[in-house]
């Protein structure tokens, strides 16, 4: 296998076996995950070399790609690649997070340093903190509206081992020209470059879309893009969000089915989506939508959501709350998901 840095024998990484230390992360459903139901489960449109020495584990609910490495002196390294929708925090929040982490102090604007780095000719920043025994290096970059992540993280000595492989780890990273296409885990030669793109999305460019008056904004999150909340006459309620990931997001029938669970209501095989969802035109090109009654608990609730793939991305459109407030907004929300204006 050849691998993105060449290393002496002596110096090579060793094959990871999970110390107690650092735990092998669990696979997880979309459904076990409280942060969100809507997060990325199993491909992405993002393309890597694997070095020698670093062992490939299975993505979880968060981490589109799951290294893990041992260093010379048996310490444990762990390195994920993670996006998420929006700017999710200032640089200062984000830093002074890893810095929690390791156990350091927080430090104000003037105390952040970083390098300059690309992924995949996209500029972005390096940062490097190195606490009492443990060290995390991360790049960030920003693409086409999305927060990408690279972190590198673990025993002290063995992040400066895996340092030199890890920026070869960071040349060979390539995003795919559409979102269709599953993670390549290769450990051949970087694939190469794509051609430029004729119109690169800046970073603070926003699909462009007309609000109902009666929703109201409110405080989003890593995981959400937009969130809104609208209530009805009777006092009744019910939630609008917006999120977007990276590639197909596990495909359409294990997003409806992930609802129809939540909803309470049984799955449906292949052959029978074709029953519960429908074709929508929208702006941004054909997307599908679903609407689910609740069962059991959820008796008195209804979901309406739309699925549109765009670019590298999917997008996810939902409506839910009480059955009564969802019948009466289901057409604005419709009509608000029709006509969103995607950067290009």
Known sequence: MSAAVTLHAE???????????????????????????????????????????????????????????????????AVAITSFPGEVGTELDNVNRWRTQLGMEPVEQGGVTSDPVAVDSVDGKLYDLSGKTARTVVALVRRNGATWFFKMTGDAA????????FAEFLKSIRFAAGGGEPASLAAAA???????????????DSPKWN????????????????????TGNS???????????????????????????????????????????????????????????????????RLVAVIVPHGDNTWFYKLIGEKTIVAKEKDSFVNFVKTVQYPQ
């Open 158 to 165: 063995a992040v400066g081992e895996a340092k030199p492989a």
């Open 211 to 230: 609000v109902p008056s009666d929703w109201v904004e409110k405080p989003a999150s890593a995981m959400l893009f937009k969130s809104f909340a609208v």
């Open 190 to 204: 970087p694939a190469p470059a794509p051609a430029p793109e004729a119109t690169p999305a800046q970073d603070n």
């Open 11 to 77: 110096d090579q990484i060793r094959v990871y076996t999970v110390p107690k230390e650092l735990p092998a992360q669990p696979t997880v459903s979309a459904q076990q995950m409280k942060i969100s139901p809507d997060i990325p489960v199993n491909s992405s449109p993002i393309q890597w070399t694997v070095p020698d020495g670093w062992q490939q584990l299975p993505p979880d609910g968060i981490r589109l790609g799951n290294f893990a490495v041992t260093g010379k002196n048996g310490g444990a390294v």
């Open 235 to 301: 006092g009744g309620n019910a939630a609008v969000t917006v999120s977007f990931f990276p590639g197909t997001v596990g495909g359409t029938l294990a997003n409806v089915n992930r609802w129809r669970g939540q909803m309470g209501v049984e799955a449906v095989e292949d052959a029978q989506l074709g029953n519960v969802t429908q074709t929508l035109e929208t702006a941004g090109g054909k997307a599908t939508s679903v609407d689910i009654e609740g069962a059991g608990d959820k008796a008195g609730q």
